[in-house]
């Protein structure tokens, strides 16, 4: 199969914006460096761009390997342009940002991968009934914040990194083909909040330098997991769902730990479905100056 190549350059687009139909493509790349960025995709696979660029420097196509490309860069004007993806090949979005800010409503865009590298400035994602199968959030100085509802999301990999800022993540609906979350970040808040149901997700990555995480897996998992939850100075508080198995083994050099509704044993803490429940969620919690909250809850004291 022969990659047909599609390079623009916004210089010479229209001030009122243009429409693109990427009947072959495979990759969109947005390569900005001071911006705000608006991204909305519709259920008719429209996905519509909002530049508001400043102080923007040309940057210039370079084909890797053979993919099939859009590649996006801009001068200082203020570009509206839309781009429809149609209903049948789906699309990677790149988007490579210096410093600005990053608005994306995913909505039912046949969008395959989002991949966000935004040096400083703000991330918001939001979407539902997403299509998205990977999604990669990376910021050196800022926030991300993703959120995203979905019934029956074919999402398998999900990741968020933070230099010095706030992340977040919130999960509703169900996510049946997730296997993966990754949250890592430097100095800033941490939090995550599921409402879910899990099939396959079962290794979780939770991890920061400076800063509280506040995480509540109040969901339900149809197989075992595994969570490593590390901060080197921060205050931990995790919320565990009480009908499935439970397992923490804590340590804090500092601090203290307080549990409600699990046991102390050998093993570590437990509540009372371990080793009654066929699934059993695994946790390794550190910290080396920072106290651990850890507390059980019934499924139903989650609100979706």
């Not at 993919?67 to 790149?94: M, N």
């Not at 901060?231 to 549990?259: F, K, M, Y």
Request: charge should be negative.
């Amino acid at each position: 199969m022969k990659f047909r190549i599609f390079s623009i350059c916004l210089t010479a687009l229209p001030l009122f914006g243009a429409t693109f139909y990427p009947k072959e493509a495979t990759e969109l790349v947005l390569d900005l460096q001071q911006a705000t960025v608006e991204v909305e995709g519709s259920q008719t696979g429209k996905l519509r761009v909002n530049v508001e660029p400043t102080l923007i420097s040309p940057q210039h196509y370079r084909k890797k390997g053979e993919e099939e490309q859009i590649y996006f860069t801009s001068t200082a004007t203020h570009e509206k342009w839309v781009v429809d993806l149609g209903q049948e090949v789906p699309v990677d979005l790149r988007l490579d940002l210096s410093e600005g800010k990053v608005d994306v409503k995913l909505n039912e865009t046949n969008l395959r991968t989002l991949l966000i590298d935004c040096n400083r400035g703000e991330v918001n994602v939001s979407g539902d009934g997403s299509l998205l199968e990977k999604v990669h959030l990376l910021q050196n100085e800022g926030t991300i914040a993703l959120h995203l509802r979905n019934e029956t999301s074919p999402l398998e990999d999900l990741s968020l990194e933070g230099g010095q800022g706030n992340l977040q993540l919130s999960l509703l609906g169900a996510f049946p083909s997730l296997q993966r979350i990754s949250m890592e970040g430097g100095a800033g808040e941490l939090q995550a909040n599921f409402a879910a149901q899990f099939k396959e997700l079962e290794e979780l990555l939770f991890k920061t330098t400076s800063g509280n995480l506040t995480l509540n897996f109040i969901s339900t998992w149809e197989i075992g997991a595994h969570f490593a939850i590390e901060s080197t100075r921060g205050n931990i508080s995790i919320a565990l769902p009480q009908e499935l198995g439970v397992l923490v083994r804590c340590s804090t050099a500092t601090g203290t730990i307080v549990e409600q509704g699990l046991i102390s044993t050998e093993q570590g803490f437990v509540n009372q479905a371990y080793g009654t429940s066929p699934i059993t969620l695994e946790l390794e919690v550190k910290t080396l100056s920072g106290n651990i909250g850890l507390v059980v809850q019934p499924l139903s004291s989650q609100s979706p």
